[in-house]
C-alpha cells in the first residue's frame, strides 16, 4: 500500500514540473527590455572592487565609470596600480605586454594620473617595419623641371624631374636615397632649384595596383619627412605584432597622443584586413583618430565593411563587446541609424538584468556604447571628414576613383630600367616573375597576378588578375533566436522547421495534466481503499480496549437467534446445538477468567 502511495506522488511531481518548467521557458524567451542605466553602473562599479581581475577588466571598468562622478574609483585605481611594474610602468608586473601597458595608461590618465614613465616605456618598444621598407617611395609632382636632392641626414642625391617624371618613373625608392634602419626615420628633400609649386610626398606601394600616398604631402620647396615604418611587438623583446599594434595603438590615439610619433597606421592599413569583427572595429575606430590628427583619410572600404557586417538583429556576429565597440567606431560617423541598431540590440540582451555578461569588460564597453557619448574625449569626425572631392593633385592619390593618375600609380615595373629589388627590367622582387630571359613578358600581353581567389592571401578575391580586398558579408544568423518564428539557425541561414508549441497548447497542456491526476488519483483510492472496505467515513474505530471488546462478544452472543427444539419429534435430539451452546459457555468461563487475571484478582 504505501509502495503504490510513494509510486503516486512521485508521478504527480515529476507531471506537475514539467508543466511548470514548459511556462518558465516561455517566459524566459519573451522577456520585456527595461535596460537601467543606473542599475548596470552599480554592479559594474560593486564587481570592479573585487579582487583578481585582470588589467584589461580592471581598465575598462574604470574607463566605463569615469564620467559617473558618483562613483569612487580609489580601490580600482589602487588595484590597477598594484598590479604593475614600479620600475617601469608597465602591466602586468613580470610579463609586461604593450596592450595590457596602453589599457592601463588609458585609463589612469582618464582618472588625471600621470602616465609619462608607462609611455617611455611603450615607446622603447617600437619597432621598424623591417618587412615592408622595399615598398616605401618618394612621390614628386612638380609642373616645372629642375632638380630636386633627396637624401637622409646632410647626404642628398641629386634627381632630375622632367614633364614631372623622374627619369622613366614618377617615385624614387628609399634604397635609390639610403638606408632605414630605424622606426620613424626622417628623409630630407630640398627641391629649390625649381621654380614654382612643389608637392614632395611618401608613398607605400602595397602591390603592382595599391598605392598609398601618407598623408597630404608637403607644398614646400625644402623640408622633411618622417617616414611612419613603426610597429609594436606583443612584449618588449618581441617581433612586429598585428594585434599589439592594433590594440596598443588604439588606446594611444584615445589618450591624444599624436600618431605621428609612432607611425603604427601604415603598418595596420596595409597589412591583411582583418577577418576578425572586433579587430576591424577596433582599427576603424583607431583610423579615424588618425584622421583627427592629420595622418591619412579614412579609407572608406573599412567602415564599409564594418557596416554590411551588421546582422539584421542590429549585432556584429551577435556578441556583445563586438557589438559595442563597432557602435562606439561608428558613433563619430554619418552612420547614426546603423550606430541606433546596435543600442537597440543591447538593450534588448540585457532585458531586465544589471549586466550583459560576467565579463566587465563587456559590460563596461556595453555602457560606453549605450551612453553615446565619448567617453575618453578624443575629439569626433562626421562624415564630411571622409575626403570626396575630385581628382586633381597629389593629395588625391589616396582615393578609390583617383589611383588611375600617373602619379598615383606604382611605376617600378612599367618604367623599362631594373631599379627597386627587381632582378630584371621590370621583373622580380615586388614585380612579376621574370622569364628565363631575364625578361617582363611584354606589357602588350596579359600579365595576372592571380588566375583564382586562392592565388590571394586572405580577405581577398581575384578580378580579373588582379587581388582586390572583397567585401565581407554578414552571415544571415548565428543563433536560432535571430531567425523568424518557425525557422532554425543552421550553417548562418535561417532554415524552416516545425512550429513550436505555442504558450496557449501548453496551457492546454497543463490542465489536461491535472485532470489525468484528478481521475487516476480518484480511481485508485476507490478502488484500494474504499471498495476493499479499508477506509470508511465517520469516526475511526480507534484501538479496541478489552472492556469493549467484551461488551461487543456479549452483544453478539445475545443477538443470536435462539433455536428452539421440535415439540413432535422427542427421538431427534438437536445434536448440533449443544455443541454451540457448551463452547459459548466454556468462552464465557474463559472470558471472566481472562478478565481477573488482567484486574489482578
Not at 556584429?316 to 559595442?324: C, I
Amino acid at each position: 500500500m504505501k509502495r503504490g502511495l510513494t509510486v503516486f506522488v512521485v508521478l504527480a511531481f515529476v507531471l506537475m514540473s514539467f508543466g511548470v518548467l514548459a511556462e518558465d521557458n516561455i517566459i524566459n524567451t519573451s522577456v520585456a527590455t527595461g535596460f537601467n542605466e543606473l542599475k548596470s553602473y552599480t554592479w559594474l562599479h560593486t564587481e570592479s572592487k573585487k579582487e583578481g581581475l585582470s588589467v584589461e577588466a580592471l581598465s575598462m571598468s574604470i574607463l566605463a565609470l569615469v564620467s559617473k562622478p558618483q562613483y569612487d574609483l580609489t580601490s580600482q585605481v589602487v588595484a590597477l596600480n598594484t598590479k604593475a611594474n614600479p620600475d617601469a610602468q608597465c602591466w602586468p608586473a613580470g610579463a609586461c605586454t604593450t596592450r595590457d601597458t596602453a589599457y592601463a595608461l588609458l585609463a589612469l590618465k582618464s582618472v588625471g594620473t600621470d602616465v609619462s614613465k608607462g609611455l617611455i616605456w611603450l615607446n622603447k618598444t617600437l619597432l621598424m617595419d623591417s618587412a615592408g621598407l622595399k615598398n616605401w617611395v618618394v612621390v614628386i609632382d612638380s609642373k616645372q623641371n629642375g632638380t630636386c636632392k633627396v637624401g637622409f641626414g646632410d647626404v642628398l642625391k641629386p634627381f632630375e624631374i622632367k614633364n614631372n617624371k623622374i627619369g622613366n618613373k614618377y617615385t624614387i625608392s628609399l634604397s635609390e636615397v639610403g638606408v632605414v634602419n630605424k622606426p620613424l626615420q626622417t628623409i630630407n628633400f630640398d627641391c629649390s632649384a625649381i621654380s614654382g609649386e612643389v608637392v614632395v610626398a611618401l608613398g607605400y606601394d602595397k602591390s603592382q595596383t595599391e598605392r598609398f600616398i601618407v598623408g597630404a604631402g608637403i607644398k614646400s620647396a625644402t623640408g622633411s619627412l618622417t617616414i611612419p615604418n613603426g610597429c609594436f611587438p606583443m612584449k618588449s623583446s618581441g617581433a612586429c605584432d598585428f594585434d599589439a599594434t592594433l590594440y596598443t595603438s588604439w588606446a594611444l590615439s584615445e589618450m591624444g597622443e599624436d600618431v605621428n610619433n609612432y607611425g603604427t597606421y601604415v603598418y595596420l592599413e596595409t597589412s591583411q584586413m582583418p577577418s576578425d569583427q572586433l579587430k576591424l572595429a577596433f582599427l576603424s575606430r583607431y583610423l579615424e583618430a588618425s584622421v583627427l590628427n592629420g595622418a591619412t583619410l579614412i579609407p572608406t572600404y573599412y567602415i564599409d565593411s564594418l557596416v554590411n557586417l551588421q546582422k539584421s538583429d542590429g549585432s556584429w556576429n551577435g556578441d556583445v563587446k563586438t557589438t559595442s565597440v563597432a557602435a562606439f567606431a561608428l558613433t563619430p560617423t554619418d552612420k547614426a541609424d546603423k550606430v541606433a541598431n546596435a543600442r537597440a540590440f543591447l538593450e534588448k540582451r540585457i532585458g531586465n538584468k544589471e549586466y550583459w555578461t560576467t565579463n566587465l569588460a563587456d559590460n563596461a564597453w556595453a555602457l560606453i556604447a549605450m551612453s553615446g557619448v565619448n567617453a575618453f574625449g578624443t575629439g569626433y569626425v562626421s562624415g564630411a571628414t571622409l575626403d570626396t572631392s575630385s581628382c586633381s593633385t597629389l593629395d588625391d592619390c589616396a582615393k578609390e576613383e583617383c589611383k588611375f593618375l600617373d602619379y598615383c600609380q606604382p611605376s617600378t615595373c612599367s618604367n623599362g630600367i631594373q631599379d627597386s629589388d627587381e632582378l630584371g627590367v621590370d621583373c622580380g622582387g615586388v614585380c612579376p616573375a621574370c622569364t628565363p630571359g631575364g625578361q617582363q613578358p611584354s606589357w602588350n600581353d596579359t600579365v595576372s597576378e592571380c588566375t583564382i581567389d586562392m592565388d590571394c592571401g586572405e580577405g581577398k578575391i581575384c578580378e580579373n588578375g588582379i587581388c582586390t580586398f572583397s567585401t565581407p558579408t554578414a552571415p544571415e544568423c548565428t543563433a536560432d533566436a535571430e531567425c523568424s518564428d518557425g525557422k532554425n539557425c543552421v550553417g548562418g541561414k535561417c532554415i524552416t522547421m516545425p512550429k513550436k508549441e505555442s504558450e496557449s497548447s501548453l496551457a492546454w497542456l497543463r490542465i489536461l495534466i491535472i485532470l489525468i491526476l484528478l481521475i487516476g488519483g480518484g480511481a485508485y483510492f476507490y478502488i484500494y481503499w474504499i471498495k476493499t472496505g479499508k477506509f470508511k467515513f465517520g469516526k475511526s474505530k480507534g484501538t479496541t480496549s478489552f472492556d469493549d471488546y467484551k461488551k461487543q462478544r456479549e452483544t453478539f452472543v445475545s443477538s443470536r437467534p435462539s433455536i428452539q427444539a421440535p415439540v413432535q419429534q422427542p427421538a431427534s435430539r438437536p445434536a448440533a446445538e449443544k455443541p454451540v451452546a457448551r463452547k459459548d459457555d466454556e468462552l464465557e468461563l474463559a472470558l471472566k477468567k481472562a478478565e481477573k487475571i488482567l484486574h489482578g484478582k
